[in-house]
T-cell receptor, first 111, second 114 residues
Framework: DAKTTQPPSMDCAEGRAANLPCNHSTISGNEYVYWYRQIHSQGPQYIIHGLKNNETNEMASLIITEDRKSSTLILPHATLRDTAVYYCIVRVTNTGNQFYFGTGTSLTVIP | GAGVSQTPSNKVTEKGKYVELRCDPISGHTALYWYRQSLGQGPEFLIYFQGTGAADDSGLPNDRFFAVRPEGSVSTLKIQRTERGDSAVYLC????????????FGAGTRLSVL
């Protein structure tokens, strides 16, 4: 599975959009981009995933560049409860294998 | 329950002791994963079950670690002769095997080896 690179930390003002970048320049054609987050003392929580089209659900939007070498997770209106570590992962979806989490981005939402 | 359940939530043991950590996956999920998370790090893969069999155990650090899933549902992670370096949060996840293979995680068991 391809490796991802994320900034170690970010701040965002409450109520503003949080844009979390991820680089995955070695991604293969059949690898999906997944985003999880982990709030302190909890297990990781699935947010969203996509292959090449932009995706949106009730939690967030995922924007994948045309060359698929990077993506951005967007939390449209960040709240204090969105403070967490956010992990970007790439993986072939049908293998059933593990996720490689890396160290993620620690997002702090500021009142 | 609706989610993945892990017990105990906390376990304190002494160096050299044997411990068992339990995971109850979401009902009907065929795939089950164990991860280990050290402080300040992301979760690291240990082992993956598809049904009753271990499909990939390449992440187990050594032969002191063993996991079973005898009936294809509940899984137990077993650690023999615990060492202080085994202290971590042990996370379990399950997946239905469809819907993009999304993994749903439990809250974890915090293991402290004194």
């Amino acid at each position: 599975d391809a490796k991802t690179t994320q900034p170690p930390s970010m701040d965002c003002a409450e109520g503003r959009a949080a844009n979390l970048p991820c680089n995955h320049s070695t991604i293969s054609g059949n690898e999906y981009v997944y985003w999880y987050r982990q709030i302190h003392s909890q297990g990781p929580q699935y947010i969203i995933h996509g292959l090449k089209n932009n995706e949106t659900n009730e939690m967030a939007s995922l924007i994948i560049t045309e060359d698929r070498k990077s993506s951005t997770l967007i939390l449209p209106h960040a709240t204090l409860r969105d403070t967490a570590v956010y992990y970007c992962i790439v993986r072939v979806t049908n293998t059933g294998n593990q996720f490689y989490f890396g160290t993620g981005t620690s997002l702090t939402v500021i009142p | 329950g609706a989610g993945v359940s892990q017990t105990p939530s906390n376990k304190v043991t002494e160096k050299g002791k044997y411990v068992e950590l339990r995971c109850d996956p979401i009902s009907g999920h065929t795939a089950l994963y164990w991860y280990r998370q050290s402080l300040g790090q992301g979760p690291e893969f240990l082992i993956y079950f598809q049904g009753t069999g271990a499909a990939d155990d390449s992440g187990l650090p050594n032969d002191r670690f063993f996991a079973v899933r005898p009936e294809g549902s509940v899984s137990t992670l077993k650690i023999q002769r615990t060492e202080r370096g085994d202290s971590a949060v042990y996370l379990c996840a399950s997946s239905p095997g469809t819907s993009g293979n999304i993994q749903y995680f439990g809250a974890g068991t915090r293991l402290s080896v004194l």
